[in-house]
């Protein structure tokens, strides 16, 4: 139930399968979407246009039967579905057939890793979206076993984790996160929150070198202009030059 698109134009010769953004300029930019399989982290300042890109993303999938899953830090669901109808992506007939389903992660919860990778793990997604990482990047995890290295991220639990402040902090939590997406096997979309002017592609510094893709937006509220670049693309020729998008009824356009 997974269609995709044959690469085009700069991909031609490319035999990487391609999941459709939704933003029939991106897709056209990248060869014809995403690399399937593939992490790509979206940042931009607040109003960027980051939760309408996840979206585009997920409609696209619906539309095709596929089964999505938006994991939510910043909006309880209901303003979120809203947010989405008003700009036209009525997810509502899609949730009834249980081929989407959004789900609001309490950053106040103890259990929120648990939560969030059993629910990737718990079906065969074919999209992922996670809006946005920048609460969980920001949120100290302290680790019980000091000898735990960045690296041996494929050895430690949640249960490694602890509350418990005496216990060094590190950045585990985003290697967890990305390694649940990566055995998930769907193609993800993460987002992470910039402030205006940010020379960084994330807010933790991080995430984008995890990811396999980054594409950023910024805005220019003299001019009253928006752009969308791309600034990585795994397997895929792209250019890196910003490109002028509007917003507006129906979501993101290539002017
Ligand atoms: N119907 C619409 N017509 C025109 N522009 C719109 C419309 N709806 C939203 N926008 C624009 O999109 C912006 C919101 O986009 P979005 O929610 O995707 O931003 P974001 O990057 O996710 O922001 P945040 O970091 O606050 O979550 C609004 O600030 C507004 O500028
Ligand atoms: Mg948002």
New binding site residues.
Partial sequence: MLPLTKSINANESSTIQRVKTGITGLDDLLGGGLPKNTITLVS??????????CYHFLYEGAKNGEKCLFLTL?KKVEGLLS?AR??GFDFQPFIEKAQIKFLFLNINKKLIYETMTNEILSERYDRIVL??ITPLSEMPIYIKNPEVKTNDINIITPEDFSTDENFPVRRLHLHYIVNALETSQATSVI?S?LPFGSQFLSRDGISEFLADGVIT?SVDPTMDRRKLSVMKMRSTKHTLRPQDIK???GGITFS
């Avoid at 931009?44 to 890109?53: A, L, N, R, W």
Wanted: glycine share 18%; net charge negative; charged share 25%.
């Fill in positions: 931009g300042p607040p109003g960027g246009g980051k939760t309408i890109v910043d947010q008003e700009l809006d946005s987002t929150e937006l917003i507006s009824k």
